[in-house]
């Protein structure tokens, strides 16, 4: 008769246990990712959940630590810059945004914050799509929308990746501003963070189509990988990870 | 009155018209003679022609007279002697023997000089004979100079030496050279080194005076020698470098030779090699590879033979400079962090670094939820290659926030090699966080040897706090951004608050920069920013995981910041021992000194806010590499731009470190090195061969002739002739002042019109 769980593993289990109970976390969590939500005079808030299970997924999956709730601050806000990755969301019309905010935004992702705007109602060429590329302009003027190759970082961040699947597949690629090297926005029309949302009772709130459960988790791939690019940029670019990622793309 | 008769005349022109209208009317006379001659080629009779061609031409030659109004000067002049200068080599290596085991090259000389003495006298009835040596200077000799004064010069300049007794400065009388004769063992180190080519040979062409070479030595000496290294003046630290080293060896065929190459004392690489002839220039090549900056004295070496006739030029030393590259950075990381993104950033953008970073992105406990690893982009952690193979390779090595005792990710194995890397010079930065300075699972029990400051055993603070800035701090150059401790203070001031650090406790010896301002351990504030010197090498711990609020929080308002870049910048640069922060330079100059020849040394001193220090007290030290000792010592006070130069005088050859100190009262502005190469023998005595080849070109380039030293023979010598005349007095007389000379010219004309008029022309 077969034991169901060996004394191998037992023993394993118990040899683990002295690394999870010192699990030490940073000084005032200044260190750890905490996703901020930009508040805007459109509907901001309808991807909370989705952000929470992002960053639970980035805890449990890497080494990154976290904070899971997502703090959100008007984008006039100088406590933005104590949240380097800012969430921008909406579904319908983005209203416009103040001088302050123009200003202030401006001012968060020139000197390093990195912004993920989602397009939650999927639009292009109105609604939140309109609104966004219209404000971004008014942003970042000389640093316009640009469509994110896939040869780009952010898809070997940490899973290896070659599409940009969200909640829909309505457009294939993502777009990016970039600021020198750095990408500061990443814009996806596909409603990314909808494929993380979860409904009060715990299950996931929405479908995910035309791909299924499998393209919620590379959803979710992608989502971790965004989130590791804002944390650690083009580290994989560095020529010490080439080789092994050209292998494993072959 | 001078009663003295004229002796000679001469025909000139005492004509007041200028050239230019003596010139247009001799054309048209030329022009009227021509026109007769054509206007006559119809007239049938040949008498007639010539008759009336000749009055022409008779007419013209009359014009010419009364135009040009010829005269004769007559002069008093005086035969005067040319010289021939007797030119003879005084440089050291006419002290080599002429023939092994013989008298000495200037010996030869002088001997010579004597054997022929009397047919130089012979030809005292035209020239006058003048004696000189140069070392390269000229000055005058007799036989007897050249036995009782041995050769010095330092080198063998032949063109100067010509061109100075050409000039006539050294003669007593300004007379003209007729020749000179040349007597040298040709090894020139000048401009005609590489040979009688370019401008040196268009230099003899010119000198329109032949000079006759007399070669003095024979090619049958024994030497070795480090004839020549060639290297460039600087390197850079862990990269390899060419050394080329030229051995000759004269006399040495067959024999097996090693070379050996050594920095200071310590060899650092040799090789042998084998002479197939008994002429023979052998270059061995070393690559070497400095493992520290700074300046450094090489030394070539060859072993001593018996009846070497130069022991000197066996060896020959140079000064390497050794700089860095680019800064090598290791980043190793122990989890994404916001600290570790804007870092990274921040070293990615700086075209001086080159940044290797690892990062642990995947613990035991993370769960990727993949089929396969090829779904992700990670790699092993190449532990045993960074920390073993090629950490030397790296200027500065940062832990940031890592710290595992996980068997895959424990650098516990490579400790060693990291003490030792800091110990032998390396740059190390340990960076806080929750898995550092004792906190999580971090434990480093032999690389925390070498760092400044120890866990203090309790856990990190987590309340929010604004780094203090110690007196240290004030001045250091990692943390002082501005000129004057007030500005530094008032910089730090603008920068936000950070959450947060670990608590460690400094260890004695250390430096603290930066500072919690109330949080204490043992009655002292707790350390943000320590560093200090490990070994040969500096460490630095930065007990905040946060540093990344000073380039992301601080520019929530007002002008862009760049404190957090040039904090940073100023940390790399300290770690690499960057010379321009440090407060105290002291330079040798020039770096490699030939023999005989002082040591010049610049100091520059620095107040510690980086001002320059006037008025400071300079003592340096020749410090003997050999010796092991300090054999000379200066002192000096700076000037107001902080410099002084001082000078030693010559010391032994070999190689010497310059150490300095600096002080402003009773405070020390620090210490300084460098280190400069004392030559054992300059370009004369490296090379005892007799370029024979050099003379007979000097000989043939200048319409002389070569000749070897034959004892008691003067050969035919060419020489300039016949001697230059001098006017001592002079009177014109005019000859064209006749009556008849007008007379004629008007029968003449007067004739050919009425000889025309008869023959019907006119």
Redesign the interface.
């Known amino acids: 008769m077969s034991d169901p769980i060996g004394r191998r593993a037992i023993l394993r289990a118990i040899a683990?246990l002295p690394?999870?109970a010192?699990?030490?976390?940073?000084?005032?969590?200044?260190?750890?990712?905490i996703p901020a939500v930009a508040q805007h005079g459109g509907r901001w808030d309808g991807r909370l959940s989705g952000l929470r299970r992002l960053a639970w997924e980035l805890q449990?999956?890497?080494?990154?630590?976290v904070v899971p709730d997502a703090r959100a601050f008007p984008l006039s806000s100088?406590k933005l810059?104590?949240y380097?990755f800012l969430y921008l969301g909406g579904e319908g019309d983005l209203p416009p945004l103040s001088a302050a905010e123009i200003e202030n935004l401006r001012?968060y992702l020139?000197?390093?914050?990195f912004m993920l705007a989602d397009a939650n109602d999927v639009s292009n060429g109105t609604g939140f799509d309109r609104g966004f590329r219209r404000e971004m302009a008014r942003v970042l003027p000389r640093n316009p929308l640009a469509l994110l190759p896939s040869s780009h970082v952010i898809f070997?961040?940490?899973?290896?990746l070659d599409s940009a699947a969200g909640r829909l597949l309505n457009r294939p690629q993502l777009e990016v501003c970039s600021l020198?090297?750095?990408a500061a926005v990443i814009y996806s029309q596909n409603d990314l963070a909808g494929a993380w949302n979860r409904d009060e009772g715990g299950d996931y709130e929405f479908e995910v189509s035309p791909g299924g459960e499998p393209q919620r988790?590379l959803a979710f791939r992608l989502g971790i990988n965004v989130c590791?690019y804002?944390?650690?940029?083009?580290?994989?670019d560095?020529a010490?990870?080439l080789p092994?990622?050209m292998n494993?793309r072959r | 009155m001078n009663s003295t008769p004229f002796n000679a005349w001469k025909l000139v022109s005492l004509s007041p018209l200028s050239p230019w209208t003596l010139g247009l009317l001799g054309a048209l006379l030329a022009a009227g003679v021509l026109l007769a001659a054509i206007g006559l080629q119809r007239e049938p009779e040949l008498r007639r022609r010539i008759v009336l061609w000749g009055l022409r031409i008779g007419a013209g030659v009359a014009a010419a007279f009364f135009l040009f109004e010829p005269g004769v000067r007559n002069l008093q002049v005086a035969h005067v002697k040319n010289r021939i200068a007797v030119l003879v080599d005084r440089s050291a290596s006419m002290n080599f023997p002429a023939v092994p085991g013989g008298k000495s090259r200037l010996s030869e000389v002088a001997d010579y000089l004597e054997s022929v003495s009397s047919q130089l006298s012979a030809l005292q009835d035209r020239f006058t004979i003048e004696y000189y040596g140069f070392d390269p200077e000229l000055a005058p000799i007799t036989p007897q100079t050249l036995r009782s004064q041995a050769a010095r010069g330092p080198r063998t300049d032949l063109l100067s030496a010509l061109r100075s007794v050409k000039s006539g400065e050294q003669s007593t009388a300004s007379k003209k050279l007729s020749g000179v004769l040349l007597f040298s063992d040709g090894a020139d180190n000048a401009d005609l080194a590489a040979g009688v080519a370019g401008r040196g040979r268009a230099a003899l062409v010119d000198y329109q005076v032949p000079v006759s070479t007399f070669v003095v030595g024979s090619q049958g000496l024994k030497d070795l020698a480090v004839e020549q290294i060639k290297v460039d003046d600087f390197a850079f630290v862990r990269n390899s470098i060419a050394v080329e080293v030229e051995i000759r060896g004269r006399g040495f065929k067959g024999q097996t030779v090693p070379v050996v190459l050594r920095r200071e004392g310590q060899t650092v690489a040799s090789k042998s090699i084998q002479l197939a002839s008994d002429d023979e220039v052998h270059t061995v090549s070393f690559n070497i590879s400095p493992d520290q900056t700074g300046r450094f004295v090489y030394t070539a070496s060859v072993p001593v033979f018996p009846q070497e006739v130069v022991i000197e030029n066996n060896t020959r030393s140079f000064a390497l400079k050794v700089i860095r590259d680019r800064v090598r950075v290791l980043l190793v990381v122990?989890?994404?962090?916001?600290?570790?993104?804007?870092l990274?950033?921040l070293l990615?953008?700086d075209a001086n670094v080159d940044?290797?970073?690892?990062?642990?992105?995947?613990?035991?406990?993370?769960?990727?939820?993949?089929m396969s690893d090829?779904?992700?982009?990670?790699?092993p952690f190449?532990m045993e290659e960074i920390f073993d193979a090629k950490l030397d390779t790296f200027d500065v090595v940062i832990f940031q926030?890592f710290g595992y005792t996980?068997p895959s990710l424990s650098v516990a194995l490579y400790e060693k090699n990291l003490e030792r890397y800091v110990h032998n010079g390396g740059g190390f930065l340990m960076i806080g966080?929750?898995?550092a300075f004792g906190?999580?699972?971090s434990n480093f029990p032999v690389l925390g040897q070498a760092m400044p400051v120890e866990p203090a055993g309790r856990p990190?603070?987590?309340?929010?706090f604004k780094p203090r800035l110690t007196p240290e701090g004030l001045r250091h150059p990692v943390t002082s951004f501005s000129q004057g401790a007030a500005n530094t203070e008032q910089a730090w001031s603008t920068l936000p608050a950070?959450?947060?650090?670990?608590l460690t406790r400094v260890k004695p010896g250390a430096t603290v920069l930066l500072d919690h301002p109330f949080q204490t351990l043992d009655g002292k504030n707790a350390p943000v920013l320590a560093l200090w010197e490990y070994g040969r090498g500096r460490a630095m711990a930065l007990t905040?995981?946060?540093s990344?609020?000073w380039?992301?929080?601080s520019?929530?308002?007002g002008s862009?910041s760049r404190l957090y870049d040039r904090f940073w910048g100023n940390a790399l640069r300290w770690l690499v021992r960057d010379p321009d922060l440090t407060t105290l330079t002291v330079t040798a100059d020039p770096p490699s000194v030939e023999p005989g020849k002082p040591i010049g040394v610049v100091v520059a001193a620095r107040t510690p806010d980086y001002q320059p220090a006037a008025e400071a007290e300079v003592r340096v030290e020749l410090f003997s590499v050999k010796a092991q000792r300090s054999v000379a010592t200066q002192r000096s006070t700076t000037g107001p731009d902080g410099m002084s130069r001082l000078e030693f005088p010559p010391p032994e050859p070999g190689a010497y470190k310059i150490l300095a100190w600096a002080n402003k009262g009773e405070k020390s502005l620090g210490e300084g090195e460098d280190a400069v190469a004392v030559r054992a023998v300059g370009p004369e005595l490296s090379d005892a061969s007799v370029r024979a080849d050099i003379l007979e070109q000097i000989a043939r380039a200048t319409g002389g002739k070569a000749y070897a030293l034959a004892q008691g023979s003067l050969p035919e010598i060419p020489l300039l002739d016949p001697p230059v005349v001098e006017v001592g007095r002079s009177k014109d007389e005019p000859i064209w002042d006749r009556w008849y000379y007008l007379i004629t010219l008007v029968a003449l004309l007067g004739t050919e019109w009425l000889l025309r008029r008869r023959f019907g022309y006119i």
């Open positions: 683990a690394l999870f010192r699990r030490a976390f940073a000084f005032g969590d200044s260190a750890r990712f449990r999956r890497t080494s990154v630590e100088p810059f104590e380097p001012r020139t000197f390093g914050g070997k961040t940490y899973f290896m020198g090297r750095r988790e590791m804002a944390l650690c940029l083009d580290y994989k560095d010490v990870h092994l990622i494993k | 122990g989890r994404p962090s916001w600290d570790e993104r804007f990274r950033g990615r953008q940044l290797v970073s690892f990062y642990i992105l995947r613990t035991l406990s993370s769960e990727p939820q993949v090829r779904e992700l982009s990670l790699i190449p926030n996980d966080g929750d898995h906190e999580g699972r990190a603070t987590v309340d929010s950070i959450p947060g650090a670990n905040v995981d946060s990344w609020y380039a992301f929080a520019h929530v308002s862009p």
